[in-house]
Every structure is written in C-alpha cells, then in structure tokens.
C-alpha cells in the first residue's frame, strides 16, 4: 500500500504540503537566485562574458583553440553542479517532509527554477537598459539611424532570447533534479 500526501497516517494534509511547496521553493529559488547574482556581479567586474562569448566564436570559427573555452568552462561548470544540487536538494528536503510526494518535490524544483528565471530576466532587463543600450547609443553615435536601430533591436532580441532559454532550461533541470531528490529522499516503507 503506497502513501500518499493526503493519507491520514503521515500526518500532512494538502494545506500543509502546499504551504511547504511555496516556502522551500521561493527559499531554494531565492538561493540560486544569490548565486546567479553572485556569478552576474564577478562576470560584470571581470568583463566575464565578453571573454565567453569570444572563446565561444574561436570555438566556432578556429576549432583548434580550445584553451579560452576550456578555462571558462571550468568556471561556469561548477556553478552549474552547485545549482543541481541546490535542486536535487530541495527535491530531497520536500519528499522527506511530505511523506514521500515526488510531485511535490518536482513542483518545488519548478517553483525554484521559475523564480531564477524570472530574477534573472528582471537582471538581464535592467543591465541592457541601463547599460547596454546606452552604450550602444554612445558607441554608433554618428552612424545612420537605421543602422543603430538595426543594433539595438538585435541586442534586445539576442538578450531576451538568451534570457527566455536560461528560464525554461532552470524550470526543466529544477523539475527533473527536484523529482530525482525526492525519489531518493522518499521514506523507505
């Protein structure tokens, strides 16, 4: 006989676990979210992603220098280990909690990943219009208005599609690591 979240014999009703759901989702989101902030300030101060995105077009355009991608791999990698376990940790946390209730824990991994996500836009919105754009402007200053829009809008989308692919790629790895955290956090019969 299998236990669910809403037996009487575990001792939680579907109040509780929900409440439980919301709370250690938005306290594990809000975690990966001081991460994020962590890794987006010391990226802004080193100029970070600039040397991403150039090793990344020598990847591309000279396959045989590997060096720059392989150094920022090794930075942007353990971050991205840190965030699954902070995932399959809240999964872990929240099955042992509810009485085993996997689809609480991966609901608490998409709660988590959702509130990253949406930080993470807030950030990315705030840096391309107060940094960016301006810069932009600055820099093309004295070329044709059409080629200038041309730049801008090309630096809106590219964000925004960076940004929409980071969120829906925290929502499924929060979901899939939560559940994988919760089958193993599940009590044993």
Not at 62 to 72: C, E, G, K, L, R
Not at 163 to 184: C, D, E, I, K, Y
């Amino acid at each position: 006989m299998q236990r669910s979240a809403h037996s009487p014999d575990n001792g939680y009703n579907s109040q509780q676990v929900e409440r439980l759901i919301f709370k250690r989702g938005m306290f594990f989101g809000l975690i990966l979210v001081g991460l994020d902030l962590m890794v987006t300030i010391l990226a802004r101060l080193t100029s970070f992603p600039v040397h991403l995105m150039t090793s990344l077009m020598n990847v591309i355009y000279f396959p045989w220098s590997m060096v720059n991608f392989i150094t920022n791999a090794a930075i942007y990698l353990p971050v991205l280990c840190i965030a699954g376990f902070i995932y399959f940790y809240a999964g872990y946390i929240i099955a042992r909690h509810s009485g085993g209730n996997i689809r609480a824990s991966a609901l608490t991994g998409l709660l988590a990943g959702l509130v990253l996500g949406i930080c993470d836009l807030v950030v990315s919105a705030v840096i391309l219009f107060a940094e960016t754009l301006p810069s932009i402007t600055q820099s093309y200053g004295s070329a044709s208005p059409t080629l200038l829009d041309a730049v801008k809008f090309t630096t809106i989308r590219d964000t925004f599609l960076y940004t929409f692919g980071f969120l829906v790629l925290a929502l499924l790895l929060g979901a899939g690591l939560a559940a994988m955290g919760g089958l193993r956090g599940r009590p044993n019969p």
